[in-house]
């Protein structure tokens, strides 16, 4: 890839924040941001497949700044699919309505492996790296550009089970079935992602996020094994590879959705991110008091809450900054927006975010 220009960063509150310097005000962005309950998303996406837009860096790029040209948020996030990279190794995903993602042809047991591809994540996922450059040119500056990926848990959650679960029983099973062979997978996948985050600093992301949506399916024993070793060596990896390219670091999130607070605790004092997310069962002060004052936390409100009064949205958003304090802390819902959620809902939490 070639070196970019792009514009000089106006709005650098989410990397202050990220890096622990001091902040104006508190930043604010929010997961799925770019989605559905906004008009102008569900008008494009009338007129495309919803992994037609991902691989179309020019209707990527629309989405991403839909949300950006509507709100007074502080970061935008490029558009894409924490699944793009099942594909990568030669899986079938599909999105159906109504259901969500669909693998037609899981994973049933390791001899399946055999089945998945190592891909040259360059070419392979060379149109997410295109949207991002296009997406940076276009946000002329304005709020940096988060890039992301799944966690290999994740990743071999959906890989395995062959779609989203309230229980996810099968990728459960193998890690106690087969061990080794869920070994196999996670390192597979942890290497695909490094490169796939490189990809992503090189086109023009200012932060990463690895979104760990399954952490919920995992007690501390089994968070330390299969998702807190693959965290860590995806850190180590990214920033290695940078270093070795001569390509400046940029801060890294981690977000193990439903994780207990033992595991919060582990992944702070071990994984090495800047930055980590928390959903919404867990208390703000308890967690700056057990994850410690070197790492910037991100969250939490409660999806739902966007459902209540304005005027509570936004006290209650608020609440969350004197809550978490303003030093080290990003503000966000504890997971992404839901597809209904109010618009006003969305400018009074913003407003909230930035009033203290």
Same mark, same amino acid.
């Given at each position: 890839?070639?070196?970019?220009?792009?514009?000089?960063?106006?709005?650098?509150? &989410?990397?202050?924040?990220?890096?622990?310097?001091?902040?104006?005000?508190?930043?604010?962005?929010?997961?799925?941001?770019? *989605?559905?309950?906004?008009?102008?998303?569900?008008?494009? +996406?009338?007129?495309?497949?919803?992994?037609?837009?991902?691989? !179309?860096?020019?209707?990527? $790029?629309?989405?991403?700044?839909?949300?950006? @040209?509507?709100?007074?948020?502080?970061?935008?996030?490029?558009?894409?699919?924490?699944?793009?990279? /099942?594909?990568?190794?030669?899986?079938?995903?599909?999105?159906? /309505?109504?259901?969500?993602?669909? &693998?037609?042809?899981?994973?049933?047991?390791?001899?399946?492996?055999?089945?998945?591809?190592? /891909?040259?994540?360059?070419?392979?996922?060379?149109?997410?790296?295109?949207?991002?450059?296009?997406?940076?040119?276009?946000?002329?500056?304005?709020?940096?550009?988060? #890039?992301? !990926?799944?966690?290999?848990?994740?990743?071999?959650?959906?890989?395995?089970?062959?779609?989203?679960?309230?229980?996810?029983?099968?990728?459960?099973?193998?890690?106690? @079935?087969?061990?080794?062979?869920?070994?196999?997978?996670?390192?597979?996948?942890?290497?695909?992602?490094?490169?796939?985050?490189?990809?992503?600093?090189?086109?023009?992301?200012?932060?990463?996020?690895?979104?760990?949506?399954?952490?919920?399916?995992?007690?501390?024993?089994?968070?330390?094994?299969?998702?807190?070793?693959?965290?860590?060596?995806?850190?180590? #990896?990214?920033?290695?590879?940078?270093?070795?390219?001569?390509?400046?670091?940029?801060?890294?999130?981690?977000?193990?959705? *439903?994780?207990?607070?033992?595991?919060?605790?582990? &992944?702070?004092?071990?994984?090495?991110?800047?930055?980590?997310?928390?959903?919404?069962?867990?208390? /703000?002060?308890?967690?700056?008091? +057990?994850?410690?004052?070197?790492?910037?936390?991100?969250?939490?409100?409660?999806? $739902?809450?966007?459902?209540?009064?304005?005027?509570?949205?936004?006290?209650?958003?608020?609440?969350?900054?004197?809550?978490? *304090?303003?030093?080290?802390?990003?503000?966000?819902? #504890?997971?992404?927006? &839901?597809?209904?959620?109010?618009?006003?809902?969305?400018?009074?939490?913003?407003?909230?975010?930035?009033?203290?």
């Amino acid at each position: 890839m070639t070196e970019h220009n792009f514009p000089p960063l106006k709005n650098d509150r &989410l990397l202050r924040a990220a890096r622990g310097e001091p902040v104006d005000k508190v930043p604010v962005w929010i997961m799925r941001q770019a *989605g559905r309950y906004l008009p102008e998303f569900r008008e494009t +996406r009338s007129k495309s497949d919803f992994f037609t837009i991902c691989r !179309t860096p020019a209707l990527a $790029c629309e989405v991403t700044l839909q949300p950006i @040209r509507r709100f007074d948020y502080d970061a935008s996030i490029i558009f894409s699919d924490i699944l793009v990279i /099942p594909q990568a190794m030669g899986m079938e995903v599909e999105m159906r /309505p109504g259901v969500g993602p669909v &693998l037609p042809e899981p994973l049933i047991d390791p001899s399946h492996l055999s089945r998945l591809v190592r /891909p040259d994540v360059d070419k392979a996922l060379s149109y997410v790296g295109d949207a991002i450059t296009l997406t940076r040119q276009s946000l002329q500056g304005k709020v940096p550009l988060i #890039g992301f !990926t799944g966690a290999p848990w994740t990743l071999m959650g959906y890989m395995v089970q062959g779609g989203g679960s309230s229980t996810m029983p099968l990728p459960r099973l193998w890690l106690y @079935r087969y061990p080794k062979a869920s070994h196999q997978l996670l390192q597979l996948i942890t290497d695909i992602v490094i490169d796939y985050l490189v990809l992503q600093v090189k086109a023009g992301a200012q932060l990463l996020q690895v979104f760990e949506s399954s952490g919920d399916f995992l007690n501390d024993e089994l968070f330390q094994n299969f998702s807190l070793k693959y965290l860590k060596l995806i850190r180590e #990896g990214v920033q290695n590879k940078l270093v070795e390219q001569n390509i400046p670091l940029v801060p890294m999130t981690a977000f193990p959705k *439903g994780a207990t607070l033992n595991s919060l605790e582990m &992944l702070a004092k071990e994984g090495g991110y800047d930055v980590i997310g928390l959903d919404w069962t867990i208390d /703000p002060s308890e967690a700056r008091a +057990r994850l410690g004052p070197n790492v910037t936390l991100q969250g939490n409100m409660d999806p $739902c809450a966007l459902y209540a009064s304005e005027a509570e949205v936004f006290e209650r958003a608020a609440e969350l900054v004197r809550k978490f *304090g303003k030093h080290r802390y990003i503000a966000n819902l #504890g997971h992404g927006i &839901l597809p209904d959620g109010p618009i006003t809902s969305v400018e009074a939490f913003i407003a909230g975010v930035h009033s203290v």
